[in-house]
């Protein structure tokens, strides 16, 4: 089979409430994030011993995709350079892409090919749907994840069921050191 025309296997991950954990903020609550000592909020758990392993079985291909406003985009930035994200997970400064309002992360998540989303909002999956293969809903939830949609509730579970979509599509790992990305 010509690799060229394997499609490229791309990870989204959303960052409130999958990487930042706006619930464990020493002042408390998750608005301690927006309206206090934001730095402070601590990284969801598990976040930075997942995201590398799973940086690397995507070849790098891995972007970050948030809905927000200009404020808020200022204080992710500001969140991520402090717990020096890029350099912890692998994911460039550069794999950032925030968006308004929630239904663009479809139109963004179509111009980047992500096949794998993991974000902690039901509503955003139902715009994924027909758009992203494989979506994961994060973290405790009300309900049952919609159709098509699997619910992690931690980064290893996360991790465990992406790892079960690569192996189903015959890919469980890129080779170390393998630049340009694995194939699915």
Do not use: Y
């Not at 494989?134 to 980064?155: K, N």
């Amino acid at each position: 089979m010509n690799e060229n025309l394997t499609p490229q296997i791309r990870l989204g991950i959303d960052i409130g409430r999958v990487l930042i954990d706006g619930a464990a903020h020493p002042d408390g609550g998750d608005t301690a994030f927006f309206t206090g000592d934001h730095l402070r909020t601590p990284p969801m758990a598990g976040a930075f011993d997942v995201l590398p392993r799973l940086v690397e079985r995507f070849g790098g291909q891995a972007w970050l995709i948030s809905k927000c406003g200009p404020r808020v985009q200022a204080r992710t930035r500001e969140w991520l350079a402090h717990h020096r994200f890029a350099e912890r997970a692998g994911i460039p400064d550069g794999n950032l892409r925030f968006c308004l309002r929630r239904p663009e992360k479809a139109g963004i998540c179509a111009g980047l090919g992500i096949t794998h989303m993991v974000d902690d909002r039901a509503d955003i999956h139902a715009t994924l749907d027909g758009v992203v293969p494989h979506r994961f809903l994060f973290g405790p939830q009300p309900g049952p994840p919609g159709p098509g949609v699997v619910h992690v509730p931690t980064w290893a579970d996360a991790e465990a069921a992406i790892l079960a979509t690569l192996a189903a599509r015959g890919r469980t790992a890129c080779a170390p050191g393998r630049t340009g990305g694995c194939r699915a």
